[in-house]
């Protein structure tokens, strides 16, 4: 069965520095998620992306975040200058369409420890 | 602004009992879509069941069904004959059906089920 699959599963990154997190959804699919919890939180939207563009994003999702579809098979969410408070399990997502019209799936995510 | 709520951090029940698991919303749309989703330990989230707002009959899969109550803004999901891989987190979620990609997702409910 075909899945969204998402690395690292962990990554350890001291405050300041960059990180690049990566995700291959699933190849059909044309809209790209990143949500994120923050350990004993909700999980929050940030970002969705079609056609090589952001298409919403939430006010999270500020200038220390981008996004893009590098080589036409991974998503990638980079944080430009990781904070502490950005410690948090990142999920990547995929679908065939937008919103409600097909299913949403999501990758196992990736643990950020910020220290 | 839209939120969910899912009262019950955990919950625990016996292999082939039946367990409930809570969640409440607040909305002021009319028209929306609910969900319930299933992360299993260091496994991908996956959709277990959704519903439409404008439905009036609760929606069901398997052993899995939902208590659908608009006016009371309650959305419960039932587990009948539970198993030992119904062992997750669950979490209740909620999307409007037009302008936007966003799911909005409770704390989720950590459900234990034991032989």
């Known amino acids: 069965e075909p899945e969204v699959t998402q690395t690292p599963s962990h990554q350890v990154t001291q405050m300041g520095q960059e990180v690049i997190l990566r995700c291959v959804p699933i190849s059909n699919h044309l809209y790209f998620y990143w949500y994120r919890q923050i350990l004993g939180q909700k999980v929050e939207f940030l970002v969705s992306f079609y056609n090589n563009e952001i298409s919403e994003k939430s006010e999270i999702f500020d200038d220390q975040f981008s996004v893009e579809r590098p080589d036409g098979s991974n998503f990638t969410l980079k944080i430009r200058s990781t904070k502490l408070e950005d410690s948090a399990m990142y999920f990547c997502?995929?679908?065939?369409?937008?919103?409600?019209?097909?299913?949403?799936?999501f990758g196992q995510g990736t643990r950020l420890t910020v220290v | 602004a839209q939120t969910v709520t899912q009262s019950q951090p955990e919950m625990s029940v016996q292999e082939a009992e039946t367990v409930t698991l809570s969640c409440t919303y607040d909305?002021?749309?009319?028209?929306?879509?609910l969900f319930w989703y299933k992360q299993p330990p260091s496994r991908q989230m996956i959709l277990v069941i959704r519903?439409?707002?404008?439905?009036?009959q609760n929606a069901t899969e398997n052993r899995f069904s939902v208590n659908f109550q608009k006016a009371a803004k309650s959305f419960s999901l039932k587990i009948s004959d539970s198993q030992l891989g119904d062992t997750a987190m669950y979490f209740c979620?909620?999307?409007?059906?037009?302008?936007?990609?966003?799911?909005?997702f409770g704390t989720g409910t950590r459900l234990q089920v034991f032989p």
């Open positions: 909305t002021s749309e009319n028209n929306y879509y």
């Open positions: 979620a909620f999307m409007k059906p037009y302008n936007t990609d966003k799911l909005i």
């Open positions: 997502a995929s679908s065939q369409a937008p919103r409600i019209i097909t299913e949403a799936f």
């Open positions: 519903q439409e707002a404008y439905k009036q």
